[in-house]
């Protein structure tokens, strides 16, 4: 009797268990040890059920078994990010399960280093008598008490959805020495603390809910390009009748989403749109630095991951956006993956002169890293194509500038001041989004309205948005441009000439003779 038992336990674990890797395989991508401690929890379910049929005292299930199987039901209803309650039955042996209730869901979070931690669940199982027999098996409902809103909701999802199966490398020092060399010109030199705090978390300032917030100075070249990008998919990209004013407050969810495929564009671009790399925060070192090297505590915790597919590559960033959104290293990270997509080979080869470098001094972002966020090519200038120069000795020196029209355009104040000249590359690009270089400083101008994207358009006035985001904004800033209006020259007459402000200076390099009303706003001198 016991022997024919045993075979019968045996045949039922085998059927669990493919029945298992079949379903919630394909249908739910659960990774393989979770199947198998799903069917053990479901063999001591129908181990249970037995005694009790029985009128037998039931086994208290182990607490690690209970543990397991919430933590299958869990994956289950959240996998793709969709709840899944009431889940249709799927034909099987029949199997019977009790009712339950999962309440206190709380998200997950990023600790001090950056490293992404599970959600903090706390379960509780539902007494209740046994239920008539059903015809399949049945995925248990889920009851979230404390998610009140869709936001909360995909985010929760987000902290639980199943991880694609990565190949990681992790940083040697030999790569992190390349990195700094490229990055600083030297293995000694380390990121700021402007650097190291800043990431890419978004303002809560209504009216400005899609702008990414500046903690310090330094980084503003990265956080622009960023912006800009986020910009783009926001409002050309989305698909909405909503007017401007609802497009740009911006819900939580959108916002996020936004970032990451701002973020998988540039680094999309970087890697010749065959490639890219991802850098990742894992929380602890993973190479003990020797000889003329200088630790940072940052390169040395990071592993990447490559990808050869847009999709692969949004995915991965979905899953990591907190570390780049909300971890202490996000603008360090995204500097490091444009990198590695471009590889450091590649980007030597953009420069005028090998030995330039990404970050300058007092850690601003140098015009090669701007491009290289912007267009792809981390290229030393901002006319189009290239220029020979002659030396005078019949050596010609190559000067390499932007090739080809880019998503994102830029407006310089040095070519106000005749120092650089700005191709219609970037200052014509494809949507009407612009990082403006004035002061040292780089920040975002755009406009709703895609026709003036073209060097055709006949708007004799058209507003542009300003944002930046070091300036502690409390508003949006919208400028009137005026085109041959006696309008609005009417309103510049008065205006002393030493004291026109700097973003009015960019917007005339590409707009000759416009005359800009701030509207009741205080211009940014």
């Not at 005028?352 to 990404?358: E, F, I, Y």
């Not at 040095?414 to 000249?421: D, G, L, T, V």
């Not at 895609?450 to 006949?458: F, Y």
Request: hydrophobic share 40%; net charge negative.
């Amino acid at each position: 009797m016991l022997r024919e038992r045993k075979i019968v336990w045996k045949i039922c674990w085998v059927t669990v268990q493919g029945y298992l890797k079949a379903v919630c395989h394909k249908l739910l991508c659960l990774p393989e040890h979770l199947l198998k401690s799903c069917a053990r929890a479901l063999l001591f379910t129908l181990t249970v059920r037995e005694e009790s049929n029985r009128r037998r005292p039931a086994r208290k299930a182990p607490s690690s078994v209970i543990a397991t199987l919430e933590d299958c039901r869990e994956a289950a209803n959240w996998t793709n990010g969709v709840s899944t309650t009431n889940t249709k039955s799927i034909p099987s042996a029949p199997v019977e399960w009790e009712s339950s209730k999962i309440s206190n869901l709380h998200t997950g979070f990023i600790d001090r280093s950056g490293h992404e931690r599970t959600s903090d669940i706390k379960h509780h199982l539902k007494n209740s008598a046994p239920s008539p027999k059903l015809d399949g098996l049945h995925v248990l409902e889920m009851v979230l008490d404390d998610i009140e809103n869709e936001e909360s909701l995909c985010d929760v999802s987000r902290t639980t959805m199943p991880e694609l199966s990565l190949d990681k490398t992790p940083m040697d020092q030999m790569t992190a020495t390349a990195l700094k060399e490229i990055i600083f010109g030297s293995p000694l030199a380390c990121f700021t603390e402007e650097w190291k705090q800043q990431n890419f978390t978004f303002s809560d300032t209504p009216g400005l809910k899609y702008g990414i917030v500046q903690k310090k100075g330094g980084p503003c070249g990265v956080l622009a390009a960023v912006q800009a990008c986020v910009l783009q998919k926001l409002l050309f990209e989305e698909s909405s009748n909503d007017s401007l004013v609802e497009r740009l407050e911006v819900s939580n969810v959108l916002r996020t989403k936004c970032l990451s495929q701002a973020l998988a564009d540039i680094l999309w671009r970087a890697g010749n749109m065959k490639r890219a790399t991802v850098a990742i925060n894992t929380g602890r070192s993973l190479f003990t630095p020797v000889g003329r090297y200088k630790s940072d505590g940052i390169l040395e915790m990071i592993t990447y991951v490559t990808m050869e597919t847009l999709d692969d590559l949004t995915s991965v960033l979905e899953q990591h956006i907190r570390q780049f959104e909300s971890g202490p290293f996000g603008c360090i990270l995204l500097t490091v993956s444009a990198i590695l997509s471009r590889t450091i080979a590649t980007i030597q080869s953009d420069m005028d002169v090998p030995t330039s470098t990404l970050i300058g001094a007092h850690g601003y972002c140098t015009q090669e890293l701007v491009n290289l966020l912007l267009c792809g090519w981390a290229v030393s200038n901002v006319f189009d194509d290239e220029m020979k120069l002659d030396s005078g000795n019949g050596n010609f020196t190559l000067l390499k500038g932007i090739k080809a029209h880019c998503n994102i355009g830029l407006l310089s104040l040095f070519e106000h001041y005749n120092i650089c000249k700005v191709g219609s590359h970037l200052k014509t690009p494809k949507f009407p989004i612009w990082v403006v270089c004035s002061e040292s400083h780089f920040s975002v101008l755009f406009c709703p309205s895609e026709d003036l994207a073209t060097d055709h358009c006949r708007e004799e006035e058209f507003d542009l948005y300003y944002y930046d985001g070091l300036a502690n904004q409390q508003e949006p800033i919208r400028l009137t441009v005026y085109l041959h209006c006696a309008a609005g020259a009417a309103e510049n007459d008065n205006a002393d000439s030493d004291l026109i402000p700097p973003l009015e200076l960019c917007i005339r390099t590409k707009w000759r003779n416009a005359v800009v009303s701030w509207n009741n706003t205080d211009p940014i001198l």
